[in-house]
């Protein structure tokens, strides 16, 4: 198979792609080969039982202040909602009252240097397709320059023919050849980029890394203080999981060395599902909100010759994404939280469920157009503490998971959701503005035409 791996290596060089990124992409294709799919058995982790909360962290608010003109705010900003059949940067969505995830994100950015006083940089991981478009968001804010860089390049690699292991070639669109190598990919590229070294050389030592998607991922100043007085290299938050994260990475503990782990659902075998899925068992999931020291990250790298030893997760796709009979690929892929097992003294501490709110689905943007959802005077996205504690949202595919199709069946907005439990709908239904509905709800149309729901119309209890 080595011609395989010739072949991407090529490719890869004649992309301009740096020599540590082909490095990464070739330790993940030597695990490929080596038959390791990335899988980590339930008899080699152990449940995490209990974790520190957010909420006893009240002491650390003065350093924590202290510490925020040596603190950056990086938000993951390199994906496309190709699930949601959406070709430019996800966060470009609307999100809340004619905003979008990038408006919010850098007018939140603004209010903490407010709040604070301080010149708190705001830098994007972007990918070249949504680099332009997402940096023309940012240059309507002139106060946002900083003397930081907005953004650096995350890197990208070729998608593998699952037949053979080749790389694909795509000639009637050969961006598609390409994927990006998963959030791990943010040590590598931090590196590559040269903003790490700029960061340092800055005086920057704390950053604090979230999902663009996810406007409940705020600063906490009380969080950077617990993580700079006690110095701690890596935190990660996490929350406790319920119906709705069955499926979602979990956080664990090594039993062979104690260290706290990351299982992503891609790593788990067949075998362990119902263990994987136990909410009880396994307690906590990975907001992918990420707290990093710096120059602890700078050491780790030197040690470890510019790589971070990460778990290889190998996602198998469609080609087009667009298209299920276009051949299935590999895309290799590696987590960013799975660097909590990189670091001796790494921690997890327990948040509340309001610091995690990202859209991967037209469902999830769904709940976040609505009022189960509010934007507070300092841009911060959170559940409205009166809505229903749960609520689950699911969408016929067929009419509503592209954006187009979504937005033409929702033209007046979300409908109140503020007493609803659980959404379902099949079928062309589309929905005038004031809409109510409550409790558990199921909404079916069979035929051809549409079924419009009336203005000012209640359903439920």
Not at 75 to 86: P, V
Not at 144 to 168: E, N, R, Y
Not at 341 to 349: D, M, T
Not at 392 to 406: M, P, W
């Amino acid at each position: 198979m080595a011609p395989a791996f010739d072949a991407a290596e090529n490719k890869m060089m004649t992309e301009g792609l740096s020599p540590l990124a082909i490095r990464s992409f070739r330790r993940n294709f030597d695990t490929l080969m080596s038959g390791d799919t990335g899988r980590l058995l339930e008899e080699t982790i152990a449940p995490v039982e209990s974790l520190p909360h957010l909420e006893e962290l009240q002491s650390y608010t003065q350093a924590g202040i202290s510490a925020l003109p040596r603190t950056v705010v990086l938000k993951l900003n390199g994906g496309l909602g190709t699930s949601m059949g959406t070709t430019r940067a996800k966060s470009l969505l609307p999100a809340k009252e004619n905003l979008s995830f990038l408006e919010i994100i850098a007018r939140q950015t603004l209010s903490l240097r407010q709040r604070f006083d301080v010149q708190l940089p705001l830098i994007l991981m972007n990918s070249f397709r949504t680099r332009d478009d997402s940096l023309a968001v940012l240059t309507r804010h002139p106060s946002m320059d900083t003397g930081v860089p907005a953004d650096f390049l995350q890197s990208k690699v070729p998608k593998l023919l699952a037949s053979d292991l080749a790389p694909l070639e795509w000639p009637c669109d050969p961006s598609l050849e390409w994927c990006p190598p998963g959030h791990g990919d943010i040590y590598t590229a931090l590196t590559t980029s040269g903003m790490l070294g700029f960061l340092l050389d800055a005086g920057y030592e704390y950053a604090f890394i979230s999902n663009a998607d996810n406007l409940g991922a705020a600063l906490e100043v009380d969080i950077l203080g617990w993580m700079s007085q006690e110095q701690i290299p890596f935190v990660m938050e996490v929350a406790d999981r319920t119906r709705a994260d069955r499926k979602g990475g979990h956080l664990a503990r090594s039993r062979s060395d104690g260290r706290l782990m990351l299982r992503e659902s891609a790593q788990c075998s067949p075998d362990d599902e119902a263990m994987f899925q136990d909410i009880e068992h396994h307690r906590f999931f990975n907001t992918n909100n990420l707290w990093i020291d710096l120059p602890a990250l700078r050491a780790r790298l030197e040690e470890s010759e510019g790589l971070l030893e990460l778990p290889m997760i190998r996602n198998e796709k469609h080609a087009d994404p667009r298209d299920r009979r276009s051949p299935r690929v590999y895309q290799l892929e590696t987590a960013m939280g799975s660097a909590i097992s990189c670091f001796e003294s790494s921690r997890a501490l327990r948040v509340p469920r309001e610091r995690f709110s990202p859209v991967k689905t037209t469902g999830d943007l769904l709940a976040l157009w609505s009022d189960a959802y509010v934007l507070t005077p300092d841009y911060r996205v959170h559940r409205d503490p009166a809505a229903q504690p749960e609520l689950l949202i699911d969408l016929d595919s067929e009419h509503y998971q592209h954006i187009d199709d979504f937005m033409k069946r929702f033209p007046e907005g979300a409908p109140s959701l503020m007493e609803c439990s659980g959404l379902r709908i099949t079928g062309d239904i589309r929905f005038q503005k004031d809409v109510i509905l409550r409790g558990s709800i199921e909404l079916t149309n069979r035929d051809f035409d549409p079924l419009w729901v009336g203005e000012g119309t209640a359903l439920g209890f």
